[in-house]
């Protein structure tokens, strides 16, 4: 399929992988360049190095990864020429189609050869992909990247109308996967192309209820049994370390301790603010009794507030022409002395949290991701299960249970 090789080499296809939302595969052309908002980066300097790298670019400022394709990476890097089918529904289908190494698949229509990758890689060599697209640049844009990607010998594509014309093969596939508008007209032509000898499955994927219906009606009248219909959904999570962007959960014991320090260190400042109201800074006087550069706490003499009385005689005394805006009073160094303890206050919570980080031994943690990549869409699933000439015909029981016995086994509708 892709290189296997440990280094990327010249002709590799490789994914640069930007952001989660800027994932890039670009063709390794010696003399070629990558340019992107993440910097500039001369294809030579690739060659040789390990796939999975981390790699600066020429300035230095920026960095991108150079990964080798997977299917799922093929998925979020391809270029869009249609809607495409993401991992969950991918995975989904394969599973439930039965799909292993080996088998032989077909797939209608190709699109942007998203489905097409994983299948490829699932069946291998020696299974097989017969792949329909009536739409011809579609057709010829996906027949270059299958031969570009190595998996041409794996699958057969075919520039048709799969509704009109019907496949290439008979009695042939065990399982057909139609991604088409209107997937009731090729039903007739898919069970032609699956094999009679035993159980073989399809599936048509449908992004609306009503195609749904018709699709499930279809299914019923060609005689195909087992007939369910799922909605696949993601739920992706982001993953972050220790000391990144998030903070770590603490326990409710941190939290309770926490919240006890606060508690101390609020009652230890309000009485300081008491004692601060209740005492008086004035400038200290010097030998000649002159007031001199230092402050000094007076206490309030008995009955005097301290606010108005003795506060407001040595605010005068120290320059009667002085406002009180302009006093290097008690005032203005009480709320500095305030602001001081604040930031003591944030430095502590900051040490303390990053004491208890350290303790701690390193986590991981994860995120829901609130954007989603896929569409809705629904999944029927059927079977057609082999009829022996000497068969009994199937009973079915259902809402009108004096039906006529039939061969198709449970209807869904
Ligand atoms: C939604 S896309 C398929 C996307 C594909 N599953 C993927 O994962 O990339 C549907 C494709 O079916 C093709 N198509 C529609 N009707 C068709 C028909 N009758 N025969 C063959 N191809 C058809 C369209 O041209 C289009 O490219």
């Excluded at 990864?65 to 089918?85: D, F, G, S, Y």
Aim: net charge neutral.
């Amino acid at each position: 399929m892709w290189s296997t090789a440990r280094e990327i080499a010249a002709g590799d296809v490789v994914i640069i992988w930007q952001t989660r939302d800027a994932i890039i595969p670009i063709t390794i052309s010696p003399g070629g360049v990558y340019n992107s908002k993440f910097g500039c980066y001369p294809h030579d300097t690739l060659i040789g190095t390990l796939y999975g790298s981390k790699v600066h670019s020429k300035s230095g400022r920026g960095f991108v990864h150079v990964l080798r394709p997977t299917p799922e990476l093929w998925t979020l890097a391809l270029p869009h020429r249609t809607q495409i089918l993401y991992a969950a529904d991918i995975a989904f289908i394969v599973g439930w189609l039965g799909v292993a190494v080996g088998s032989t698949v077909i797939e209608a229509g190709t699109g942007s050869g998203s489905f097409s990758h994983s299948v490829a890689r699932t069946v291998g060599k020696r299974g097989k992909l017969y792949s329909y697209e009536f739409h011809e640049v579609r057709a010829e844009k996906a027949r270059e990247e299958f031969t570009r990607h190595g998996i041409d010998g794996i699958i057969t594509l075919n520039h048709r109308n799969v509704c009109k014309d019907g496949f290439t093969v008979e009695d042939t596939a065990d399982s057909v996967f139609l991604d088409l508008p209107a997937p009731w007209l090729a039903i007739d032509h898919a069970k032609k192309a699956l094999r009679k000898d035993r159980v073989a499955r399809i599936c048509c994927f449908s992004p609306c209820m009503e195609q749904v219906l018709r699709t499930v009606t279809a299914l019923n009248t060609a005689g195909f049994t087992e007939i369910t219909m799922f909605e696949t959904l993601t739920r992706p999570h982001d993953i972050y370390q220790q000391g990144s962007c998030l903070s770590l959960p603490t326990t409710v014991g941190e939290v309770g301790d926490k919240l006890k320090k606060a508690e101390i260190r609020r009652e230890e400042k309000r009485l300081k603010q008491v004692a601060a109201a209740k005492a008086v800074w004035v400038p200290k006087p010097k030998e000649d009794g002159e007031d001199g550069d230092e402050m000094q706490v007076v206490k309030p003499e008995a009955g005097e507030d301290a606010s108005s009385g003795l506060h407001a005689k040595r605010k005068r005394e120290s320059d009667p022409n002085k406002s009180d805006d302009e006093q290097t009073g008690p005032s203005a160094l009480d709320a500095k002395r305030v602001k001081t303890e604040a930031e003591i206050e944030a430095e502590e919570t900051q040490q303390e949290q990053a004491a208890v980080d350290k303790a701690k031994p390193p986590m991981v943690v994860s995120r829901v991701l609130t954007e989603v990549r896929g569409h809705t869409s629904y999944l029927t699933f059927a079977c057609l299960v082999p009829t022996h000439p000497d068969a009994k015909p199937m009973v079915v029981f259902g809402a009108n249970s004096s039906a006529e016995p039939s061969t198709t086994g449970t209807p869904v509708g």
